[in-house]
């Protein structure tokens, strides 16, 4: 690259980004603020070293976390440097990739048994040997699940615990964490025979590899002169160390990262690496991108108000050349359902304006996807969905829907062999095998072939015939209930009672968590169909298998709906954050510990700033947990943007407007009236669906709770959030959610509709519910925060508006 080019190159880039490239030598933090264009910075960087101090490429090393990250950035920086070939290139890297290249050259080094020629086990490989070391050692596989093993093991070694340290730390009274140690000391022996490592070992080994051997240290410092790393917020201790022992004599080390878009806290990533890389590299220069490339300054001003809250964090301020553009679009929704109607019919706006627009739907958890994508479909809008499955392909949803195909039809071979040992009843491939020619033999179904066998047992180990016993049992149950249950109570027999959601539970990560709050959504559906359609069981499961099979998701279509995880990375002129409701987002684990409550606004701050032109943000005030609909409050990061920055799109009363006019105690109150909660003991949604995997089989076992008719949907209403109906024959409900309690009887006349905020010379602000009667007679009923309701003569109540 000549000279020219290079400062054609460098005119393009503004005056901080420029003092990032050519600050080659020492330590270096660039604090890369989102939309700030780190990407580019990070390659011109690669290619001044080049051309401009002559430093050969394969002394630089780019780290970075994903595949496509590193094939972005090696092609940039190839066409950048003019094309060289790749065995003079800079290595560009993800972690893991560079961890297994040091391990081919090195690992015989350690003297753990393995030899340059190890194979790489991924997750699925080391739950399979876990279980067989679970079998080995006679435990039963139910009480100790695999998969839930095998993340203990996982998250002892990235903790720097081995086998006999973890050992070593176990209770004496702790026996399912000593049988864990046991099958960890089989796991690692079994390991070491298949001369195998799993994703752990990749960073672990080659950290210890490190550490012990000085003269592989030498030769990696030597070798790697300028290091950049990438998404430096995201790394862990491993990935910490990893990097401090290459930079042991060259501290040529560039580290770009944002510590506002630090959201990966539940993997194991460590902010702190990125918060005190002055402590450690004192000699380190700070150089912050501010100017945002992105987003108008109105999303700017929303994202860092709300960031500011947080003390884990380096001052800086994002800035914009773009104009203020539209204010943030706020919506409070009566409940889900009305929310999802919201989204598709604004959507559908902006898409008349503007066909080629593009627009994301970001949601904390992949469960609330499912109204949006029935929204969606019912508008005809194309989305595809990233990160996941769409609703019903997920497969703990396809997999109780199984269960309920066989409550149907038991003879189902298909639904009967993916749930039969699922979860897991030590069931193996040899008894299904045997099973099957048994059904052949007799030329019976497979579940004619089960009876068979729990009767005769011929065949058939005992462990086996009473697995296939209790099986049996299962399916009659759902049999019988099928029969004379509705569709939502079928759905939760089958979650609890074929212990779907103890195995899930056991497993305690989160994606057990995540799994679960699907299958509160299915049940939600459920619920649902029972209130709208009037159909049975078979009707919903009909209406289910047409739209996993009708429905084709179009890669390329206008709209993505994915979690606020995924969507980290990406950017959307039309972006909606729904589900703004405290419980839900901030999660209702964050409620406990400030580490984690910083960690979701930082998810928030990220949300935000995928936003490029016009940016919503909804909620509703109700919101059904396991097909009881309860009630829900805004969210605190709602409370921590500036409310000038917010226009209120609300049908009536809202958490907004009386926010404008008054404390955020009051608004809080305010929130609850419009819900019709005054009462303490009111059941309410805060955070009770998402608050921990033992919840669900609790909430399900409650079998004398009522579930609430209330918030059953009729056919879509011509608005996005009309007040609904029950199902035939039509009745209003009494109270509209959105806008405020409706009158029994209203008057016509009178200053004081319900909805009306008023002021009152004793009890101060208050909210009008209801107005009954007329003229000198008509009396009011408002709420007053901290005094509860009061029930005024309008004539002599002395009330202003406020």
């Not at 930079?247 to 580290?255: D, L, S």
């Not at 100017?291 to 809250?309: E, G, M, P, W």
């Not at 639904?415 to 009843?425: Q, S, Y």
């Not at 056919?715 to 199902?727: F, G, L, M, Y």
Request: proline residues 3%.
């Amino acid at each position: 690259m000549n000279f020219e080019l290079m400062n054609d190159l460098l005119s393009t880039l503004n005056e901080r980004q420029r003092e990032a490239v050519a600050a080659t030598e020492g330590p270096l933090l660039i604090l890369a603020g989102a939309g700030s264009g780190k990407t580019r910075v990070i390659t011109v960087r690669i290619a001044y070293l080049i051309a401009e101090r002559g430093v050969a490429p394969h002394n630089i090393l780019a780290v970075t976390f994903t595949n496509k990250a590193a094939q972005e950035m090696r092609e940039r920086v190839t066409k950048l440097i003019g094309g060289q070939k790749l065995s003079s290139a800079p290595l560009v890297s993800t972690f893991h990739s560079l961890c297994v290249r040091m391990l081919r050259r090195d690992i015989e080094k350690l003297e753990e048994g393995y030899t340059r020629s190890f194979t790489i086990y991924d997750q699925d490989d080391s739950v399979r040997v876990v279980k067989s070391c679970i079998k080995d050692l006679g435990y039963d596989d139910q009480r100790l699940a695999p998969r839930q093993t095998q993340g203990a093991i996982s998250h002892a070694k990235n903790s720097g615990l081995d086998a006999d340290s973890y050992a070593a730390r176990v209770e004496a009274h702790d026996e399912k964490r000593a049988a864990i140690a046991r099958v960890f000391k089989l796991y690692e022996e079994r390991l070491v025979n298949n001369n195998a490592l799993d994703f752990d070992d990749l960073l672990i080994k080659a950290v210890r590899l490190l550490r012990k051997r000085e003269d592989v240290r030498a030769y990696y410092n030597e070798r790697f002169r300028y290091i950049l790393v990438d998404e430096y917020q995201d790394t862990n201790s491993l990935q910490f160390a990893l990097i401090h022992f290459l930079t042991e004599r060259q501290q040529n080390v560039c580290v770009v990262g944002d510590e506002s878009q630090s959201i990966y806290r539940w993997r194991g990533a460590d902010i702190s690496n990125i918060l005190n890389f002055e402590q450690h590299y004192p000699e380190a220069r700070v150089i912050k991108l501010e100017q945002n490339y992105r987003s108008t300054q109105t999303i700017l001003d929303a994202a860092d108000a709300v960031i500011k809250h947080n003390t884990e964090r380096k001052d800086k301020t994002l800035w914009t050349a773009n104009p203020a553009g539209s204010p943030v679009r706020y919506y409070q929704a009566a409940d889900a359902e009305g929310e999802a109607r919201f989204v598709a019919a604004k959507i559908e706006e902006h898409r008349r304006a503007d066909p080629t627009l593009r627009a994301a739907v970001l949601y904390r958890t992949n469960a609330q996807s499912r109204l949006f994508e029935e929204a969606l479909r019912r508008a005809g809008i194309a989305y595809n969905i990233v990160g996941g499955f769409s609703f019903y392909e997920r497969a703990e949803v396809r997999d109780i829907v199984s269960y309920l195909k066989l409550a149907l039809n038991p003879h189902d071979s298909v639904a009967l062999l993916r749930v039969v040992n699922t979860p897991t009843r030590g069931l193996g491939k040899q008894t299904l095998d045997d099973l099957y020619a048994r059904a052949k033999d007799y030329g019976v179904s497979l579940w004619e072939a089960v009876g068979i066998v729990t009767t005769q047992g011929e065949g058939f180990s005992p462990r086996a015939v009473s697995a296939l016993k209790k099986f049996q049992s299962i399916i009659e149950g759902l049999v019988a209930r099928a029969q004379k249950e509705s569709a939502s109570e079928v759905v939760k027999a089958a979650i609890l009672d074929t212990g779907y959601a103890d195995a899930l539970k056991a497993e305690n990560s989160e994606e057990a968590e995540s799994r679960l709050e699907n299958l509160q959504e299915l049940v939600n559906a459920a619920v649902d169909y029972d209130a709208e359609e009037g159909g049975g069981l078979r009707d919903f499961i009909d209406a289910a298998a047409l739209v996993s099979d009708t429905d084709q998701y179009q890669m390329d279509a206008p709209v993505t709906l994915m979690t606020m995880h995924s969507a980290k990375g990406l950017e959307f002129p039309l972006v909606f954050i729904v589900g703004m409701e405290d419980g839900l987002f901030p999660h209702s684990r964050a409620a406990a510990e400030q580490a984690e409550m910083e960690e979701e606004r930082r998810l928030a701050y990220v949300a935000i700033t995928r936003a490029e032109r016009f940016l919503y943000v909804t909620h509703a005030m109700r919101r059904r947990v396991y097909g009881e609909e309860l009630a829900s409050e805004p969210s605190q990061f709602l409370n921590e943007m500036p409310l000038e920055l917010l226009e209120d799109l609300s049908r009536g009363a809202s958490w907004l407007s009386f926010a404008r006019n008054s404390s955020a105690t009051e608004a809080r109150h305010t929130a609850r009236v419009l819900r019709g909660e005054t009462s303490k003991q009111e059941r309410r949604y805060g955070g009770k669906t998402y608050d921990s995997v033992d919840s669900i089989a609790e909430f399900f076992r409650q079998r004398g709770d009522q579930i609430s008719r209330n918030a059953a949907a009729a056919k879509q209403s011509a608005q996005p959030d009309a007040p609904r109906q029950q199902p035939p024959p039509a009745r209003t409900k009494a109270t509209t959610r959105a806008g405020g309690a409706a009158s029994s009887s209203t008057s016509s006349g009178g200053d004081f509709v319900p909805g009306t905020h008023v002021k009152h010379p004793k009890y101060g602000r208050g909210l009008v519910l209801r107005r009954e009667g007329a003229g000198d007679s008509a009396k009011l009923t408002v709420s007053f925060p901290g005094f509860g309701q009061k029930k005024l003569v309008e004539k002599y109540a002395g009330l202003e508006k406020a």
